[in-house]
């Protein structure tokens, strides 16, 4: 026989079989082949989606400066005090009016004595 090593040897459990370098490395290059595919297209799909949101933004800052432009214009029209005569005029009255009186003396209950 072939004596008590031979014998552990052969028994030696299948979880610690180690493969060769040459199997290990393929294994190893066709997943990062599989990775790399999947991260090139994801990064297709992130640079579709980029472009999309590019030119979204595009739009948006279009809107944004011509709204920017109104808005400017607004202000300048209000601080150079070149509002339309109706509105001048209805604005003068407003803040040169009295104002109202808090209470009618004639609806306030104290005037009056119990009966």
Do not use: C
């Not at 297709?44 to 709204?67: F, M, N, P, W």
Request: charged share 25%; hydrophobic share 30%; aromatic share 2%.
């Amino acid at each position: 026989g072939g004596g008590p090593a031979a014998a552990a040897a052969a028994a030696k459990p299948p979880s610690l079989y180690v493969p060769k370098p040459s199997e290990e490395k393929q294994r190893r290059e066709s997943q990062l082949e599989e990775e790399v595919a999947e991260l090139s297209r994801k990064l297709r799909e992130t640079q579709r989606e980029l472009l999309t949101l590019r030119s979204q933004v595009a739009q948006t800052k279009t809107v944004a400066s011509k709204a920017t432009q109104t808005e400017l214009q607004a202000s300048a029209t209000l601080t150079s005090g070149r509002l339309s005569p109706p509105v001048a005029r209805w604005t003068e009255d407003f803040i040169a009016a009295p104002a109202p009186p808090e209470r009618k003396s004639n609806m306030s209950p104290s005037s009056r004595s119990p009966a």
